[in-house]
């Protein structure tokens, strides 16, 4: 049925993608238009059919990037292709949601009409401006009793600079308005443009592994045509392949003869694994190959490192082919063996941010059946050694020895928020309790401001975004870009349980933070390990110097007074329920750790 | 390893504020009732070859009348091999004690009654929902006594919301004047589903903290073994050896019970089965000439060997090392030698003459020992 919409030209493409901020109904609305278009049939549909995978789902966010492509028969009896390119929800993964937008000529900008304008709406509005994007606002949850639309319409005007005349109201629960917007995305979004003849110039926004085919590039042609047998050029990895197929995203996806300029689609090549593609290279074809590649290409590197491992020894090797299968499908995740003495044989990872990173974890243990455990995660640090010899240390337990150390290094980061003008105290103080410098501000509209600020990446990671994240009730919008290393004056923060060193949870820190760093853990931890029959001990420290001390009091009465006829089935359960518990604990010693514990260590401290 | 019966009365006048026990209150099923539990003795006529204590529990034993405790203490022995000296408890509320009733029981053959006392403060029998007053209590003690008991028990609770020390000190000295043969110091357990267990939710009432809980424990520990009483077990102390509950001490140690009457528990070889929690259905079900079992499980040689574990280590007499390794084949010493020896370390447990004897503090702990 869709056969004949393949061959219309150019300007019956549409390419868009939907930007929202979470749950304002951005994967309901996809469903709606997908349903509507007709390109599953009911019986087939599930909701939230872009978000494939369970945490998808539950988190409510998107992570991969998916594209599906609508046929639409225009009021004007005209048949369009809109090509919907659905993009991730986070700062980890900007460098992915920038090469998405790439690849449209306009967006669907999603606001909840109950909840307004939120951070996220104002930060993607600024990506899709940045990527000179035609931005139609789309109004959602009209049916909901506490939707306001001239609210919301007057925050469009007033704080997103956007003619609120343009904006169009839906509810994607109920299905109304869809054929509004799609009749406006054919109107409003130009078509794309671009040479079917000249060379060929394709961006990857996307890889995903498929256990049969390799490889499924989804692309964006900008210039020339691309068929099946074609040698094709990645021109970042200078590498060659020869194209098998080339099709549209059509659920299930449907084989085409060829892509060309203005086109969303995918290509077979023959490519084993999704780290073999970079997301964000240029293709062209090898015969006759192009000059420059698409702007915008960037490595993408992971930042933030751990260790993760078993919390059962016996899990490893579930764990090592766990993680063979997860790299298949997610080229910015990298792995080595690692080894702790507290826990034992693991693998050492890097990732993109700490969603990245919550992402892999919650994976693994949902759709492998592992327990695992994480190290504190790092930064990647840089030493200068009394030999001359320079080193990069991103786990703690490769710290060099203090006296061996004539210079330390740490990243710095450029970090651009945005938030409401009234925050800026409570912003700028967060930034400088992350040792923020070198601050610029600008005001892209009224009541709202930009901070641009450098600072050190592990401060970061630590807890920043949650917390700025709350400071601003959620408005703060905030991304970041890798600048260069800085002299730092850096220690080992070591953490000891009944005075036996847990390494996983040493940590490379400044010095100048070490006795809070050093306190909070113990904190929390004392938080999270429950009490035992015997008294335990938490500290931190600094080259065996103690900082920072807690303990946790044994427990003194704990046993159930009456054990009868009845009694004993019942309590008996409860035992083995503990038991089954305790599995999930790490031993350290004589002291059982929850995982919780170590993830605990990560988490932003809320009353902050 | 004889075996003992116990007998569930499950009516009481009024329900207790903190009881999750099963119990009705409406009494006119009494009669109906006794006529189910006579057909029940009689399906397990044959099952055992002898039993040496009788139990009669509740809900409330003493609501029954002196005839219809003597009918089922005859049926017992009419159905079952009772041995000469056997250990016949009931179970019973101060309100319904009156010297005739005491003798009357005597001479039904019971040769052993717990009082449930609970407090001799009359707020706190009242927070506790209790129907007897502390001077009600004073006067069934008296009774039993004159009555010409020799083995009395008291029942008593502590650790009620508000309760200081003192208060619980009076109730034990009170208590302690009367020179019962056995003590029954249960620390208030908050049970969900009970009135006191609502209130904990909508954050009413709170228990006493964890420390002041230990100092009733101690305390009570200390006080009555310096007076000559044994702690035998977490909330058990007998005046003697000779008046340890021999009928409890079967719970302890995987000796087989037979339990008669809605939700009473049984349990026998490596079987535990129970009957329906609900008098309609119990009786009807015999009424249709069938066992009036809810559920029963079967318990794995691990499972024996947890339960063994958490009993033992909530007794005096502990685990005995040679008997746990042949019962359950394992042997404690050597597979869990770390963690014991970081708790017996900690003055938690001895380890002496092949057994694992848990101290005072680790008696307060026992729920966590038996975590190891």
Redesign the interface.
Known sequence: MYGKAFYLIMKNIRNFSIIAHIDHGKSTLADRMIQYCGVVDDRNFKDQILDSMDIERERGITIKSQAITLPYRSKDGKDYILNLIDTPGHVDFSYEVSRSLASCEGVLLLIDAAQGVQAQTVANLYMAMEHDLEIIPVINKIDLPAADVDKVMEQIDSELGLDPYMSLPCSAKEGTGVEDILEAIVHKIPPPKGDPQAELATTIFDAQYDPFRGTIIHCRVFEGTIRAGDIIRLMHDETTHRVEEVGAFLLPRQKKDSLSAGDVGYIIAGIKTVSDVQIGDTITLDKRPRKEPLPGFKESKPVVFASIYPIASDDYEELAVALEKYKLNDASFAYQKDSSIALGQGFRCGFLGLLHLEIVQERLEREYDLSIILSVPSVRYRFTLNDGDVVYIDNPAYYPDPMSITTSEEPYIRAAMMFPEHHMGAVMKLCKEKRGENSTLSYPSPGRIELVIEMPLADVIYDFYDRLKSITQGYGSFDYDILDYRQSSLVLLDILVNGDRVDALSQIVHRGSARARGLRACERLKEEIPR???KIAIQGAVGGEIISRTTIS?????????????D??R??KL??K??KG?KRMKMVG?VAIPQSAFISILKSDPTQ | MVPGIYIHIPFCLSKCSYCDFYSVTSTEKIPRFIESLLKEMEMYRGCFNRFDTLYLGGGTPSLLDSAQLAKIIDSVHKYFPMSADTEVTIEVNPGDVSREMAESLLKAGINRISIGVQSFDDNILSFLGRRHSSADAISAIEDVRNAGFDNMGLDLIYGIPGQDFRSWMETLHTAHSFTPEHFSCYQLTIESSTPLGLKYRSGEIAPPDEDLLYEFFMRTSELLEASGYTHYEVSNFARSDKFMSRHNRKYWDHTPYLGLGPAAHSFSGNRRWWNHRCVDRYIEEINRKMPPIEKSEILTLEQLRLEALYLGLRTKMGIDLQDFSKRYDFDLLDKKNKVLERIREEGLIIIRDNHIYPTRRGLAISDSLSAI
């Open positions: 035992q029959m015997f044994a427990y003194r009465k704990d046993v159930t007074a009456k054990c009868y006829g009845g004993i089935s309590k008996r035992l083995e503990q038991k305790k004589s």
